[in-house]
């Protein structure tokens, strides 16, 4: 089964500090890659995804992540944080199987807090 | 995008009893899935919500404990049964549709249920 680890439980920062949340997966095939926010209060919604291509994707808000096959790694950055993007983010996983992007297997998530 | 609501948004109900949620999308949609996201875990699904069929249950997910109707292509419900405090989490409803451009899982904002 494919699993997905978030290295980090929770994050501090100041604002406009630079940003990095660690995932790696382990599949050894195909995957599609997400990264999901939930600010509070809200649903969880998207941020960004990789499904082929250029390995650096960009997302909203600033944020972008690079997917390293040989690492098995999606990590998401940022250079500058706000205190808006204080939330947490779930990095998630899945191996497309014919009409349907299938289960998406999620880390544990990381709560971001940043101080204005 | 596709809009999705759910049913209550919470409640707390008592070991024994059952709770049904409900999920309801603005369009109709290919595939529904339910999800459990407990107390400082990663989300979890349980199951693909199928049309006119039944449910396809998640290993560690059963029928009799999680029964799932989906009626039709806008409309889901997920009933938890024979409530213990271990069933406390969030459940989350989300959609997908391919064909019509939904490549991303759209979520809900979550039912939240805590069993005494």
């Known amino acids: 089964a494919q699993s997905v680890s978030q290295h980090n439980h929770h994050v501090i920062l100041s604002e406009a500090a630079s940003l990095e949340l660690g995932c790696n997966y382990s599949?050894?095939?195909?995957?599609?890659l997400f990264w999901y926010v939930q600010y509070p209060g809200q649903h969880l919604q998207l941020l960004l995804k990789?499904?082929?291509?250029?390995?650096l994707v960009k997302g909203i808000k600033g944020f972008e992540a690079e997917f390293i096959k040989s690492k098995f790694s999606f990590n998401l950055r940022k250079p500058s944080v706000q205190w808006s993007d204080t939330a947490e983010y779930f990095c998630?996983?899945?191996?497309?199987?014919?009409?349907?992007?299938?289960?998406?297997?999620f880390g544990r998530g990381t709560q971001l807090t940043v101080w204005p | 995008s596709a809009v999705i609501s759910q049913k209550p948004s919470r409640d707390i109900c008592q070991r024994g009893t059952s709770l049904t949620i409900q999920c309801q999308v603005d369009s109709q949609v290919t595939m529904m899935f339910w999800y459990r996201q407990q107390p400082g875990q990663s989300l979890t699904l349980i199951a693909t919500a199928n049309q006119g069929s039944e449910a396809t249950y998640e290993s560690g997910f059963v029928i009799d404990k999680f029964p799932i109707s989906r009626p039709n292509l806008t409309f889901s419900t997920l009933t938890v049964s024979n409530l213990s405090p271990e069933d406390s989490s969030i459940y989350l409803c989300?959609?997908?549709?391919?064909?019509?451009?939904?490549?991303?899982?759209?979520f809900g904002p979550g039912t939240r249920l805590t069993v005494l």
């Open positions: 599949y050894g095939g195909t995957v599609n």
């Open positions: 990789y499904f082929s291509g250029d390995p």
């Open positions: 998630a996983v899945n191996a497309r199987r014919g009409s349907t992007l299938g289960r998406l297997y």
């Open positions: 989300s959609v997908e549709d391919l064909r019509r451009g939904y490549n991303e899982q759209f």
